[in-house]
């Protein structure tokens, strides 16, 4: 799956928002600590993780590319 940006980054919160992870923001709180995430392949439990294009992430096995 690829996630198109307009901005310089976006947060590890909002992304999982945009991948339909979660419902709403206030979930990404309870996701980031639950769900196996890895950003670059390192493990991330931070919601405020600034993410920027070309940044590859698994989130339970569900792959995504920033571009």
């Known amino acids: 799956m690829k996630i198109q940006i307009h901005t310089d980054y976006i ?3 909002q992304l999982l928002k945009l991948a339909d992870v ?3 923001g206030g979930e990404a709180k309870i996701a ?4 196996p995430i890895q950003v670059n ?3 991330e439990n ?6 920027y294009k070309n940044d590859e992430i698994i989130i339970n096995e569900k792959h995504i590319t920033i571009v």
């Open 11 to 13: 947060t590890l919160g």
């Open 22 to 24: 979660i419902q709403s």
């Open 32 to 35: 980031v600590k639950t769900l």
């Open 41 to 43: 392949g390192e493990p």
């Open 46 to 51: 931070r919601r405020g993780r600034k993410l």
